[in-house]
Structure formats: C-alpha cells, structure tokens
C-alpha cells in the first residue's frame, strides 16, 4: 500500500491494516520457517508497509494534538 493511499485512511481504519499486516507477517514468517516461499521478497514488502502504517499513524496522531 503506497503512503499516499495510507493518508486518506482514518485512524481507526489505520489500525485495522495495521494488525491485518503484522498477522500476515506473521504467518508467512511461520510457514517460511518450514517451507520455502513462493514469493520471499513478499515479508520485505510486508514488513515495509508495517513501518508505513506505523510512520503515518504517528503523524495523524501528532496532527491531532496540534489542534
């Protein structure tokens, strides 16, 4: 999910990609640990869009104390 994409979510709907995307995480590092993956560059684009979400999160939730 491109940042862009991620700034016209609203908070709560931030934190609900949020966990979907670590549980996926999750779970494709579980299967990775027995299995080799189809896709391995999948967990970097996983992991990257946790930071996003994070990294976006933080600066709705400043924006807001500003006001």
């Known amino acids: ?8 979510l ?3 709907e931030i934190d609900e990609e949020l ?15 027995y299995e080799e993956l189809e896709n391995p560059s999948l ?4 992991r990257r869009n ?6 976006i999160r933080a600066e709705v939730a400043a924006g807001a104390d500003d006001e």
């Open 1 to 8: 999910m491109q940042a862009n994409e991620i700034r016209e």
């Open 10 to 12: 609203s908070l709560d």
């Open 19 to 33: 966990e979907r995307t670590r549980e996926e995480l999750f779970n494709l590092r579980f299967r990775a640990s």
């Open 43 to 46: 967990m970097r684009e996983l």
């Open 50 to 55: 946790v930071a996003r979400f994070m990294t």
